[in-house]
T-cell receptor, first 110, second 116 residues
Framework: QKEVEQDPGPLSVPEGAIVSLNCTYS??????FMWYRQYSRKGPELLMY????GNKEDGRFTAQVDKSSKYISLFIRDSQPSDSATYLC??????????FGTGTKLQVIP | DAGITQSPRHKVTETGTPVTLRCHQT?????MYWYRQDPGHGLRLIHY???????DKGEVSDGYSVSRSKTEDFLLTLESATSSQTSVYFC???????????????FGPGTRLTVL
């Protein structure tokens, strides 16, 4: 079992929709949670990170962590075609190495 | 790409040949990482470095070695390439700020390696 699981998609939504991307994890020691965006044939870029449970908002993006259910979410409001990419969730314990999910491919249709 | 370059960007080689990939950074970051990315497996850590000549293994280090003789360069070597090492390889760095060191990783553009 992978420590961080993601549905690979693809997820197709119309422009302007609210997108919900989700991950589950199994290691209860994870404390830091990250979301990366990766465009085709590019390196991943960090979108947001959160510590422990709770929400964090940055523009159209909201990251949410529910440690009781081991669930990580990324919400994108007013989705744009430029949001079309693969989204990777990631987690780590303390100062240990980062564990990545396999990524969910998102397509926003104009 | 936070001042990170990788070379070569594409390489095709034959089974059994040695291959070296180079990661170069211009911003004096202490921590550097090598990952491979494969369908169905996501990003997996091969090796990482926390300073000049200080390196450690990741989860998929078999068949790979690394060296870091200068802060700015982190080399990944496949001693004898195999077809299972066909992958996209990413280098990443973390900034010197201790509070952020393990939160923020900035990735290079990647190297596509094909082993025939």
């Amino acid at each position: 079992q992978k420590e961080v699981e993601q549905d690979p998609g693809p997820l197709s939504v119309p422009e302007g929709a609210i997108v919900s991307l989700n991950c589950t994890y199994s290691n209860s020691a994870f404390q830091y949670f990250m979301w990366y965006r990766q465009y085709s044939r590019k390196g991943p870029e960090l979108l947001m990170y959160t510590y422990s449970s709770g929400n964090k908002e940055d523009g159209r993006f909201t990251a949410q962590v529910d440690k009781s259910s081991k669930y990580i979410s990324l919400f994108i409001r007013d989705s744009q075609p430029s949001d079309s990419a693969t989204y990777l969730c990631a987690a780590r314990t303390g100062y240990q190495k980062v564990t990545f999910g396999t990524g969910t491919k998102l397509q926003v249709i104009p | 790409d936070a001042g990170i370059t990788q070379s070569p960007r594409h390489k095709v080689t034959e089974t059994g040949t040695p291959v070296t990939l180079r990661c170069h950074q211009t911003e004096n970051h202490r921590y550097m990482y090598w990952y491979r990315q494969d369908p169905g497996h996501g990003l997996r850590l091969i090796h990482y470095s926390y300073g000049v000549k200080d390196t450690d293994k990741g989860e998929v280090s078999d068949g790979y070695s690394v060296s870091r003789s200068k802060t700015e360069d982190f080399l990944l070597t496949l001693e004898s390439a195999t077809s299972s090492q066909t992958s996209v390889y990413f280098c990443a760095i973390s900034p010197r700020d201790r509070k952020k060191a393990y939160n923020e990783q900035f990735f290079g553009p990647g190297t596509r390696l094909t082993v025939l």
